[in-house]
T-cell receptor
């Protein structure tokens, strides 16, 4: 597609369940970012992938969060044993070059933990 | 550490009037600064960026921003508002060269009235 695609657009799950969020970046973009936006907060950096380099995981809030990027394209963000404070909009972004800022964001996945 | 403060979560202007969205930053090192825009039902996209070259930066759709070190500001302006400018605008900062770890403000919703 033309833009960054994220799925699902909405996810409601019970506390303690695992969730997987998917991001399909713009074709050819080597850099991929995950951010999240909690209610009333600015966007919070989670993780950054650039090509085949080791990802920058410094923004992941706990070891319940993990992400992978297969084949340099699609990325999956996994949250294990979800907690209510994980409720947020999870945004994926991509850009053409490395070391730079995200250029285009997806529409996000709105995650609600009951 | 760095942070940004956006003054005014909601700004309303008349069509044809000056648009001024305020952003002040705090950074322990020379910053890179960014403005992103999110149009209704779309993902965030990069509007413009300052990366220590010219202090007056021009972006898409007639927007520009000026980096003022003495005021620690990076306000976004447009001389004449158009209805299509109605959107949410986010200011962001990163340390020099660290564009993948942006720190975002909480956003300003711009409303344009006839």
């Amino acid at each position: 597609g033309a833009g960054v695609s994220q799925s699902p657009s909405n996810k409601v799950t019970e506390k303690g369940k695992d969730v997987e969020l998917r991001c399909d970046p713009i074709s050819g973009h080597t850099a991929l970012y995950w951010y999240r936006q909690s209610l009333g907060q600015g966007l919070e950096f989670l993780i950054y992938f650039q090509g085949n380099s080791a990802p920058d995981k410094s923004g992941l809030p706990s070891d319940r969060f993990s992400a992978e990027r297969t084949g340099g394209s699609v990325s999956t963000l996994t949250i294990q044993r979800t907690q209510q404070e994980d409720s947020a909009v999870y945004l994926c972004a991509s850009s053409a070059g490395g070391g730079g800022q995200p250029q285009h964001f997806g529409d996000g996945t709105r995650l609600s933990i009951l | 550490a760095q942070s940004v403060t956006q003054l005014g979560s909601h700004v309303s202007v008349s069509e044809g009037a000056l648009v001024l969205l305020r952003c002040n930053y705090s950074s322990s090192v020379p910053p890179y600064l960014f403005w992103y825009v999110q149009y209704p039902n779309q993902g965030l996209q990069l509007l413009l960026k300052y990366t220590s070259a010219a202090t007056l930066v021009k972006g898409i759709n007639g927007f520009e921003a000026e980096f003022k070190k003495s005021e620690t500001s990076f306000h976004l302006t447009k001389p004449s508002a158009h209805m299509s400018d109605a959107a949410e605008y986010f200011c962001a900062v990163s340390p020099t060269g660290g564009g993948n770890k942006l720190t975002f403000g909480t956003g300003t919703q711009l409303k344009v009235e006839l």
